[in-house]
């Protein structure tokens, strides 16, 4: 079955320390690879994605990640954490199936980054 | 401003009653969504459509019903058949059917059924 698997509940960081939140993913094919972020009571909004080309993709607020295919990650990444980034953090594939296309979301990783 | 809209940000019903979410979009976007997020479980597709008077069932449709009559529009009804309807709702729109544009997603209505 098609899944997303963000292996954290939560993670705590430092202010200016780096942070990884992870994400792992099984579909078949070549999937499209997102990054959300939410705040409280509110919508979720895009971070970065990645289709196709360079490994590395860089998104907004300084926010960038890593597609490994042969791990089937996606972990997202900043170099230095700031307290106003703690928020809830959600990966999330699209695969195709049944002449859909689809999306699923992970589970939801929330990120408390303290002064 | 551009955007997903979604009215009213609290809706409380008792339960038995049917009652609808609003969901419009001025963003030209083809594809729309609802999903539900309920607390440590993310979010779980309810409906979607790719196009106006198309729509498909998701993951978790049962007790729900939708329309998409309009491009702009596309309203979510919980029926009294949803056994477990309290929870926070968000629609999303995406340019395209391709897959590889983003979802912009509104701000969400949190329902309330006692």
């Known amino acids: 079955a098609q899944s997303v698997a963000q292996p954290e509940d939560q993670v705590n960081v430092a202010e200016g320390n780096p942070l990884t939140v992870k994400c792992t993913y099984s579909v078949s094919g070549n999937p499209y690879l997102f990054w959300y972020v939410q705040y409280p009571n509110r919508g979720l909004q895009f971070l970065l994605k990645?289709?196709?080309?360079?490994?590395l993709v860089k998104g907004s607020y300084g926010f960038e990640a890593e597609f490994n295919k042969s791990q089937t990650s996606f972990h997202l990444k900043k170099p230095s954490a700031l307290v106003s980034d703690s928020a809830l953090y959600f990966c999330?594939?699209?695969?195709?199936?049944?002449?859909?296309?689809?999306?699923?979301f992970g589970a939801g990783t929330r990120l408390a980054v303290h002064p | 401003d551009g955007g997903i809209t979604q009215s009213p940000k609290y809706l409380f019903r008792k339960e038995g009653q049917n009652v609808t979410l609003s969901c419009e979009q001025n963003l030209n976007h083809d594809a729309m969504y609802w999903y539900r997020q309920d607390p440590g479980q993310g979010l779980r597709l309810i409906y979607y459509s790719q196009i106006v008077n198309d729509f498909q069932k998701g993951d978790i449709a049962e007790g729900y019903s939708v329309s998409r009559e309009k491009k702009e529009s596309f309203p979510l009804t919980v029926t009294s058949a949803q056994k477990n309807p309290t929870a926070f709702y968000l629609c999303a729109g995406s340019q395209g059917v391709t897959g590889n544009s983003p979802l912009h997603f509104g701000n969400g209505t949190r329902l309330t059924v006692t």
């Open positions: 999330a594939v699209r695969f195709f199936s049944g002449g859909y296309n689809k999306l699923i």
């Open positions: 990645y289709i196709t080309g360079d490994n």
